[in-house]
DNA sequence: TGAATGATCACG
DNA sequence: GTGATCATTCAT
């Protein structure tokens, strides 16, 4: 597989978010390939509608990993996109799992391989994903790969989930009909 | 439907 | 300092 290039990430979030479908996280001697994500920029919704200390990253860097801790128990595992042509990151929200399964049930405590990686923060939890790795690139110890490349026929767009937005973008990408895709609220 | 659980941010 | 909020998950 070849390394996805940090250029990749100095484009629209958006652009991103569709084209990360199909490509391979690899960390800690587990790998998912990425199958459900979501596109933040300067909308209210996004960390980035305002700087602070926590988003700076979105702001100044691009292709690299942006983790932060939600609701005191999880993390969410984003890259950022564009940098300072427009602050942006898309969020990894769901992987389906390849190499170290045994491992992540283990992580995640259960035996159903649908349930391993199908969350933002399960997959943080399935491959040990914490704020270590924040701000490290895609070069680093949590790697980026090139895999598969699925047709806008095999995608479907939607609204992002959990968020409140008074007007929803449709900034949310998955894999028709994939078994590993978290499960949206109606 | 609501509890768990703590970092982050706005306010002053 | 204090209080509200939170890009979630799980058990009830």
């Avoid at 100044?60 to 983790?67: A, E, L, V």
């Avoid at 992987?95 to 159903?112: F, H, S, V, Y």
């Avoid at 939890?125 to 095999?154: C, V, W």
Wanted: proline content about 5%; aromatic content about 10%; hydrophobic content about 35%.
């Amino acid at each position: 597989m070849e390394p996805v290039q940090k250029l990749f990430f100095k484009q629209d979030a958006v652009a991103v978010a569709q084209k990360l479908l199909g490509k391979v996280i690899t960390c800690d001697g587990c790998s998912g390939m990425i199958v459900e994500t979501e596109a933040y920029k300067t909308d209210p919704a996004s960390h980035a509608y305002k700087i602070t200390p926590r988003s700076e990253i979105m702001l100044k860097t691009y292709g690299c990993w942006y983790i932060y801790f939600v609701y005191g128990m999880y993390y969410c595992l984003n890259i950022t996109t564009n940098g300072l042509e427009e602050p942006g990151a898309v969020l990894i929200r769901a992987l389906e799992p390849m190499e170290g399964i045994a491992r992540m049930k283990q992580r995640r405590n259960t035996d159903d391989i649908t349930n391993l990686c199908s969350g933002p923060g399960k997959l943080c939890s399935a491959l040990a994903i914490d704020r270590t790795f924040n701000g490290s690139t895609i070069a680093g110890q949590m790697k980026l790969f090139h895999y598969k490349d699925f047709p806008e026929r095999r995608i479907t767009i939607s609204t992002r989930i959990g968020i409140k937005e008074k007007n929803p973008l449709p900034w949310r990408f998955f894999l028709k009909g994939n078994r590993f895709v978290s499960k949206a609220k109606p």
